[in-house]
């Protein structure tokens, strides 16, 4: 029995890996223009310390017939930017809490699932959604010890240009 040598095309696609002692680096999804730019963010950080990333995609209030339809939309977005690389990923969801806890509530639960996690650092937008803009989480984390957040500028926009022909 002949065993082909070539690579498998399997082993150059990203892939999720099984979250065990591993110590991710975690990247705050929000379904925004700025999430591809934080997961690149991440993903530089995961690649330098060779661990995989966290991907955190916010969604809002889980309801009765909520769907993960939406979580995946926001990570298809970013794998086109993260995949290249190569870097493993653990794809986690994250339900905004009800209003009710105060201005840093969410924040805390965000930042508890990426220490459930082993997550040490965490990178967020500066303009995410109220309480999970890069300033809340790093001001929870003062407050908890941890993890560390790195704070992503939104991208800048460019007017497209004409082409002349």
């Known amino acids: 029995m ?3 040598l070539s690579p498998s095309p399997l082993r150059n696609t990203p892939r999720p890996v099984r979250a065990g002692l591993v110590q991710p680096v975690a990247a705050v999804l929000t379904d925004r223009a700025d999430d591809v730019a934080v997961a690149e963010a991440a993903a530089r950080i995961a690649l330098a310390r060779s661990v995989p990333l966290l991907l ?3 969604m809002p209030p889980p309801m009765r017939l909520s769907s ?3 979580a995946g939309a ?3 977005r970013v794998m086109p930017k993260v995949g290249p690389l190569r870097v493993g990923y653990i794809p986690e969801v994250f339900h ?3 209003e009710s806890g105060g ?3 969410a924040a805390k639960e965000l930042l508890a699932l990426a220490s459930r996690h082993r ?3 965490v ?3 500066r303009r995410g959604p109220e309480g999970l803009d890069a300033f809340a989480l790093i001001e929870a984390a003062a407050l908890r010890g941890g993890p560390y957040v790195h704070a992503v500028a939104p991208p800048t926009w460019t007017p497209p240009r004409l082409m002349a022909h």
């Open 2 to 4: 002949n065993r082909s």
């Open 56 to 58: 955190i995609a916010v």
């Open 68 to 70: 993960l339809a939406p």
């Open 74 to 76: 926001v990570l298809a």
């Open 96 to 98: 905004l809490p009800p």
């Open 103 to 105: 201005r840093l509530a």
């Open 119 to 121: 997550a040490p650092e």
């Open 123 to 125: 990178v967020a937008s």
